[in-house]
T-cell receptor, first 114, second 110 residues
Framework: DAMVIQNPRYQVTQFGKPVTLSCSQT?????MYWYQQKSSQAPKLLFH???????NEADTPDNFQSRRPNTSFCFLDIRSPGLGDAAMYLC?????????????FGAGTRLSVL | RKEVEQDPGPFNVPEGATVAFNCTYS??????FFWYRQDCRKEPKLLMS???SGNEDGRFTAQLNRASQYISLLIRDSKLSDSATYLC???????????FGAGTRLTVKP
């Protein structure tokens, strides 16, 4: 059974129209992450939550926001999607912080911007 | 210089071949190392952690050379199902940032 669930799998939005991607987990992990992965590139970390503490990567555009209303759910909000934001968005979780903690990924949401 | 560098491939090999992937990392303070596998249009999945002493899991062997800041993955007796992109991942011990390489694409052919 999937432990990190992302919805929807495919999302199409219009240029400039806000969009929200959803992630939920059944692992009760403390940490949830959002990555952006473009074709043939490495996943790029956007931000992560440790419990309710939000940690933004320095180079994540302001256009990307996140919410974690409870342990199980985390949302990625793209306020004004541009064509360059079309990508696969991956959610991941880990039990805790620290290099030894393995991250478990959801199946991703593929975002298209028209 | 990228933090984690991999040969992008693609590597096209026949079934049964042995294939090796290399990865170098730039931050000497890196402490944890992993190989992830990513199938086309799917999420990365952990293949194996890489330990200083090296480790083996069936047909897969991972090696770490801290002095050279280099990690390797060896796949013996390749199967068609091994076709995927293999991502090298590096983290600092107290920093949860996982830095991914761009991946090496492997295609195993009959």
């Amino acid at each position: 059974d999937a432990m990190v669930i992302q919805n929807p799998r495919y999302q199409v939005t219009q240029f400039g129209k806000p969009v929200t991607l959803s992630c939920s987990q059944t692992l009760n992990h403390n940490v949830m992450y959002w990555y952006q992965q473009k074709s043939s590139q490495a996943p790029k970390l956007l931000f992560h939550y440790y419990d309710k503490d939000f940690n933004n990567e320095a180079d994540t555009p302001d256009n990307f926001q996140s919410r974690r209303p409870n342990t199980s759910f985390c949302f990625l909000d793209i306020r004004s999607p541009g064509l360059g934001d079309a990508a696969m968005y991956l959610c991941a979780t880990s039990r805790d912080l620290g290099g030894g903690n393995i991250q478990y990924f959801g199946a991703g949401t593929r975002l298209s911007v028209l | 210089r990228k933090e984690v560098e991999q040969d992008p491939g693609p590597f096209n090999v026949p079934e049964g071949a042995t294939v090796a992937f290399n990865c170098t990392y730039s931050n000497s303070a890196s402490q944890s190392f992993f190989w992830y596998r990513q199938d086309c249009r799917k999420e990365p999945k952990l293949l194996m952690s890489v330990y200083s002493s090296g480790n083996e899991d069936g047909r897969f062997t991972a090696q770490l050379n801290r002095a050279s800041q280099y990690i390797s993955l060896l796949i013996r007796d390749s199967k068609l199902s091994d076709s995927a992109t293999y991502l090298c991942v590096v983290t600092l011990y107290n920093n949860n940032d996982m830095r991914f390489g761009a991946g090496t694409r492997l295609t195993v052919k009959p």
